[in-house]
Nanobody, 122 residues
Framework: QVQLVESGGGLVQAGGSLRLSCAASGRTYSSMGWFRQPPGKEREFVAAIRWGTGSTSYADSVKGRFTISRDNAKSTMYLQMNSLKPEDTAVYYC?????????????????WGQGTHVTVSS
């Protein structure tokens, strides 16, 4: 099992930026991703990255505003969030999977972080 620890959430005004971090330890993993759960809604895919190649994929709602990246040496994944909107308000979770390729279904991820709150005020 991979242990994941998130940080970087907080309160920001619309148009602002935040960077989330997810530090991983434990067994190896193939891909990692970010998901979010807005208030009163189901958890949804945000972005994912293949750890080896660095290839990425994004949900349409964040494309062009969010950037996922990773630092191999630090075993840490990041989510740079720019031009934040009130609808980005959610609990953000990082997740890891040993399955190859980009994974969009949360059920394919076996390890999860505790979640970090992001609130965007209008």
């Amino acid at each position: 099992q991979v242990q994941l620890v998130e940080s970087g959430g907080g309160l920001v005004q619309a148009g602002g930026s935040l960077r989330l971090s997810c530090a991983a330890s434990g067994r190896t993993y193939s891909s990692m991703g970010w998901f979010r759960q807005p208030p009163g809604k189901e958890r949804e895919f945000v972005a994912a990255i293949r750890w080896g190649t660095g290839s990425t994929s994004y949900a349409d709602s964040v494309k062009g505003r969010f950037t996922i990246s990773r630092d191999n040496a630090k075993s840490t994944m990041y989510l740079q969030m720019n031009s934040l909107k009130p609808e980005d308000t959610a609990v953000y979770y990082c997740a890891a999977t040993s399955r190859s390729g980009i994974r969009y279904d949360q059920n394919e991820y076996s390890s999860w972080g505790q979640g970090t709150h992001v609130t965007v005020s209008s």
